[in-house]
């Protein structure tokens, strides 16, 4: 008996070393979880579907020496004409196409799965640029996305904003922190927001007056028109 129980102490002794180090593995594996996600009433996307690895750019262009449309060739397989239109100017001089197609291509995914849950945060994603590259990559790879990207072009992101132009908008989420003011040429306040404090799940909507020289927003995501 006293031999049983002495055995029964060793394995478990070993089976919470084993535990042990594998928790160490996993607070080394949680830092791309590290950063907060969204409020839960928020439309903003989960930082879950944030690629953990730094990507190609998918918009902006190279500024070194990129490769000619002729080379631009996998090493399996072969692309679309669309694919090749998409790489074209896109590829660093020795990067492998496809690993910059494939950039494209998820950001096209990010758009589509978010869109399903949620269309604000798509549109949201796109405006603050959490879908990095997200115009280009709709425009030759998922057309079908277009009215995402088109919402957007018409949306700005939360902050400070310039020489706003004049009307109702929209913001893209439901947490309850949103606040705004427009502000005129002499700093003075033309309109702030919300009047009253909102609830989980209510829209919010800012209206700038005809003259306002400044808007700013915080805790509001993005913005679209109303």
Do not use: H
């Amino acid at each position: 008996m006293y031999r049983r129980s002495a055995a029964a102490a060793v394995v478990l002794a070993a089976a919470l070393t084993l535990t042990a180090c594998s928790s160490g593995g996993d607070k080394a594996d949680s830092g791309a979880d590290a950063k907060a996600k969204p409020p839960a009433a928020s439309s903003a996307p989960d930082p879950a579907d944030t690629p953990a690895t730094p990507q190609a750019p998918a918009e902006a262009k190279p500024s070194g020496p990129v490769l000619p449309d002729a080379k631009l060739t996998p090493k399996t397989g072969s692309f679309t004409a669309q694919e090749k239109k998409y790489l074209s100017g896109r590829v660093p001089e020795k990067m492998d196409p496809a690993a910059v197609l494939q950039t494209g291509q998820e950001a096209c995914q990010r758009i589509e799965r978010t869109a399903k849950r949620d269309k604000d945060a798509a549109t949201g994603a796109v405006i603050t640029g959490e879908i990095a590259g997200a115009k280009d990559a709709v425009d030759l790879l998922c057309p079908e996305q277009k009215p995402i990207t088109a919402a957007a072009a018409k949306g700005f992101a939360e902050g400070p904003r310039t020489s706003p132009a004049a009307g109702s908008y929209r913001a893209l989420t439901q947490a309850t922190g949103c606040t705004w003011e427009a502000k005129g040429k002499d700093g003075g306040i033309l309109a702030s927001g919300p009047e009253t404090p909102p609830k989980a799940g209510d829209k919010i909507v800012a209206t700038i007056p005809a003259g306002a020289a400044e808007f700013n927003s915080s805790g509001c995501y993005a913005w679209i028109p109303a």
